[in-house]
């Protein structure tokens, strides 16, 4: 039999000279027991956990949970030195206090009284300052028609003057815009030459001149004002229609719901006259 060859008597007597394999401790046990040797498993465990390994959002928790249950302390503890005060305070000094409650109370009231006044003075003249532009607009509006600067329309009449033989003077058409005015015209046009206070008409040669603007026949008249005032007017007895078919002329009235007045006027500075305050 060769050396290398074992028999199972030689097995066993191998196995059993060997010694047998200690099972590995965890490193932190080795390291432990090691180090400090003959602690018990109580002195072990308390070293384990002493000083504590706390993590930074277990110290904000902790840091939270203390601030909260401080402030908690101090809440009731005001709250018990209240009630502790008022059980213990004297008949006199609960009246006093009921009377300063009283009087702030009465003091807010009046405060907010005085704030909701004041928000009803605000809003009555925000209301004041918008009624009083709309008059001024509608006011400004009315001056601007009867100073020819703005168009205007409404009923009236149309008025149409023929005159083939040019027979017909200034004084004859300014006869009949006076005329019209005093029957309550708000507005004329004569030839698409707006008509306003200080319009004045002369003779240019065959032709008539209002405010220097030269008109031929046939004159047209458009005025706004009441058609049952103005035709009336212009036909009286030896009122203007009579005249001008005296000089052989044609006038043609004629009524209308909507008469459209657009020949405007520019606004002219007074040369002397100002606004006055009074």
Do not use: C, H
Not at 80 to 85: E, I, L, Q
Not at 200 to 210: A, I, R
Not at 230 to 245: R, S
């Amino acid at each position: 039999m060769s050396e290398q060859e074992e028999t199972p008597g030689n097995s066993n007597r191998l196995r059993k000279e060997l010694p047998e394999e200690l099972p590995e401790a965890p490193p932190e046990e080795a390291e432990t027991t090691a180090s400090e040797p003959g602690l018990t498993g109580r002195q072990r465990l308390v070293k384990g956990l002493w000083p504590p390994r706390a993590t930074r959002a277990q110290l904000i928790v902790a840091v939270l949970l203390f601030g909260l249950g401080f402030g908690l302390a101090v809440q009731v503890a005001s709250n018990s030195d209240s009630d502790s005060a008022l059980r213990g305070a004297r008949q006199e000094d609960l009246v006093r206090i009921l009377d300063e409650l009283g009087d702030r109370t009465q003091r807010l009231q009046d405060e907010k009284q005085g704030l909701e006044n004041q928000r009803d003075e605000l809003e009555n003249s925000s209301d004041q300052a918008e009624e009083a532009r709309k008059q001024t607009v509608e006011k400004e509006r009315q001056l601007g028609i009867l100073a020819g600067t703005v168009a205007a329309q409404g009923p009236g009449i149309t008025m149409t003057i023929d005159d083939t033989k040019g027979a017909v003077e200034a004084d004859m058409l300014l006869d009949a815009i006076q005329e019209l005015r005093a029957a309550g015209a708000e507005a004329i046009q004569v030839n698409g030459v707006r008509v306003v206070a200080n319009t004045f008409l002369s003779d240019s040669g065959k032709s008539v001149s209002v405010d220097g603007n030269k008109i031929t026949a046939p004159f047209r008249f458009k005025v706004i004002g009441n058609p049952q005032d103005l035709e009336p007017a212009l036909n009286i007895p030896g009122g203007v229609v009579q005249t001008l078919e005296k000089e052989q002329a044609t006038v043609t009235v004629e009524r209308s719901d909507k008469i459209v007045v657009d020949a405007l006027r520019a606004a002219k500075r007074p040369d002397y006259a100002r606004s006055s305050p009074r």
